[in-house]
C-alpha cells in the first residue's frame, strides 16, 4: 500500500499526495522528485515508517533466526520497529501465582512427564505468553504517537490466518486479537502465495526466508537445533499439516460435512493416504473443532478472502438475485457448543476406514493428496454420476434496472459464469426445488439437523 501511495504521490496524483503529506507530514519536497523506482521505494519507507509500527515481542524460547528475520523484513518495508521482551510481564503473572497457591507450573519438556496435569501448566506457561503480547501490544499502540511526538493512537492488526482459527490454533485474546487482522480469513497455502509474489514484484527477499522457515509458536523452551530454527513447530503440534486444514475448511464450511461425510469425501480424493490414517486426521480435525469452536465468536474483523472462514459474529447478509447461497455462505453461524466425543459419527468413520482398501495407481505408488484448491474443482464430480448432473443454469440480461430480467435476441441468454476465484466451483442459480448433489445433500441434512436440533 505504501508502495502504491508513493507511486501515485510521485506522479503527481494531487489526492493521493495531500493524504500522504497530512498523515505523514514530510517535507512536500521529498513528494515532488521525479517518479523513478528509486525515487517510490525512498519515498514508500518513509510513508511506511510514519504509520507502519512493528514490533517482534519475544522472550527467552524464541529463536535468534525469527528475531533477524523480523529485524530484515522491517528494514525492506522501512517500517519504524521495535524489539520487546515478554518475559518480565510473563513471569510476573506466574510469580502472582506461585505467591498465591505456593505452586509453581513448569513446561512438559522441563521436567520429562505428561500427565494431564503436566500439560495444563504446559498450556498455561504457553497462554500467559501469547496474551502478555496483546496486552503489550495495546499498551505500545497508545503510547509510541506521544513518544514520536505525535497525537492520536494506534490500531493494532492481528497476525492469526483462517486455518489457525478454523483448527482453533490460537490463544484467545493473544496476537489474534486486535482492531483489524488483514490476514484473518486468508489461508496459510495462500499467504505463502502472496509472500512469493511481494517478494519478487517488490524485492521484499526476507519474505522468502520468511517462507520457507517452519511455521512455530515459540512459546516453550527451545531444543537443540542444527539450522538454528525453533524445534517447536506449528504443524507438529497440531497434528495436521496446512493444506490439509485448507481441504478441512472446504469440506466444513462450504460443503457443510461432518465427520462421516468429510471421511466419505477423503477416501475417494486422498490415495495417498491409507484409510485409517485419513480416519485418525477427520477425527483429530473434528475433536479440536469442536473444543476450539468457541473462539470464533471473538475473531478480530477480517478481510472475507476465503469461503470457509469460522468468524460467526460478521454475520453480514447479503441479498443476491442470481444466487440466494450468498446469504448465509459467506460467514459460519454454527453452534459454538459440541459434544466433542462425537461418539456415533467417529464409529461410523472406524467402519468406513476398515471397510474401504486403498486404492493406488498400478505404474506404482500412491500419488500426493489432493488439495484444497482441486478437491472443491472435483468433489462434486466425485460424489455425483454424471448422468444425474443439471445442465448449467442460464443468465439473462436485463435491459434496464428495474424492470425484469428478458432474453434479448439469439445471444441474450448465456450459461452462467463461473466465480472468478479459481478455488471454489460456480455455485448452481437453479429454482429452489432443484435437488442438490447426492453427495451434498447428505452433508447438507446433517447440518440443517443439527442446526435444527438443540444439542
Known amino acids: 500500500m505504501c508502495r502504491l501511495a508513493a507511486r501515485y504521490t510521485l506522479h503527481g496524483v494531487e489526492e493521493v499526495k495531500r493524504d500522504v503529506e497530512r498523515i505523514t507530514k514530510l517535507d512536500p519536497a521529498e513528494m515532488s522528485k521525479p517518479p523513478t523506482v528509486e525515487n ?202 496446512y493444506d490439509e486444514l485448507g481441504v478441512f475448511g472446504v469440506l466444513r464450511k462450504i460443503h457443510r460435512c461432518g465427520p462421516v461425510s468429510m471421511m466419505k469425501a477423503l477416501v475417494r480424493q486422498w490415495h495417498h493416504l491409507s484409510p485409517a490414517s485419513i480416519a485418525e486426521k477427520v477425527k ?26 469460522p468468524d460467526d459474529n460478521s454475520a453480514q447478509h447479503r441479498a443476491s438475485s442470481n444466487d440466494s447461497r450468498d446469504a448465509y455462505e459467506r460467514f459460519d453461524l454454527r453452534q459454538f457448543l459440541y459434544n466433542v466425543k462425537w461418539d456415533w459419527q467417529f464409529a461410523k468413520v472406524d467402519e468406513i476406514a476398515a471397510g474401504t482398501k486403498q486404492e493406488c495407481p498400478p505404474d506404482g505408488g500412491c500419488k500426493r493428496g489432493k488439495g484444497a484448491d482441486e478437491l472443491t474443482r472435483e468433489f462434486e464430480d466425485e460424489l455425483e454420476p454424471p448422468s444425474k448432473k443439471q445442465p448449467p443454469p442460464r443468465r439473462c440480461v436485463t435491459t434496464r434496472p428495474g424492470l425484469p430480467a428478458a432474453c434479448q435476441g439469439a445471444g441474450g441468454c448465456a450459461p452462467a459464469l463461473p466465480r472468478l476465484s479459481p478455488t471454489f466451483p460456480a455455485k448452481s442459480s437453479a429454482s429452489p426445488g432443484t435437488r442438490p448433489p447426492a453427495g451434498l445433500a447428505r452433508c447438507r441434512s446433517r447440518h440443517a439437523a443439527s442446526a435444527a436440533t438443540p444439542r
Open 40 to 241: 517510490e521505494v525512498a519515498l514508500s519507507k518513509k510513508i511506511a515508517n510514519a504509520v507502519f509500527h512493528t514490533c517482534y515481542m519475544g522472550s527467552d524460547n524464541s529463536s535468534a533466526a525469527t528475531n533477524h528475520r523480523s529485524k530484515a523484513l522491517a528494514e525492506d518495508i522501512g517500517a519504524y520497529h521495535l524489539t520487546i521482551r515478554i518475559d518480565d510481564v510473563a513471569s510476573a503473572v506466574v510469580a502472582s501465582f506461585t505467591e498465591v497457591t505456593g505452586n509453581t507450573p513448569v513446561f512438559m519438556n522441563g521436567n520429562g512427564s505428561s500427565s494431564a496435569t503436566d500439560k495444563a501448566q504446559d498450556l498455561a506457561l504457553q497462554n500467559v505468553q501469547a496474551r502478555s503480547r496483546m496486552v503489550l501490544a495495546y499498551f505500545y499502540a497508545q503510547l509510541l504517537p506521544w513518544q514520536r511526538k505525535r497525537s492520536g493512537f494506534l490500531l493494532v492488526l492481528g497476525s492469526g490466518n483462517v486455518d489457525e482459527a478454523l483448527r482453533g490454533y490460537l490463544t484467545k485474546y493473544d496476537c489474534s486479537s486486535a482492531d483489524l487482522n488483514p490476514i484473518g480469513a486468508i489461508s496459510k497455502v495462500d499467504l505463502k502465495r502472496m509472500l512469493y509474489w511481494a517478494a519478487n514484484h517488490y524485492g521484499y527477499k526476507t519474505l522468502l526466508e520468511i517462507v520457507s522457515a517452519p511455521p512455530t509458536a515459540e512459546l516453550r523452551p527451545m531444543e537443540k537445533s542444527e539450522n538454528g530454527e525453533h524445534s517447536q513447530t506449528d504443524e507438529a503440534d497440531m497434528g495436521m499439516t
Open 284 to 309: 483429530r480435525f473434528f475433536v479440536y473443532y469442536g473444543i476450539n469452536r468457541h473462539k470464533s465468536c471473538t475473531l478480530t474483523p477480517a478481510y472475507h478472502a476465503e469461503q470457509y472462514s
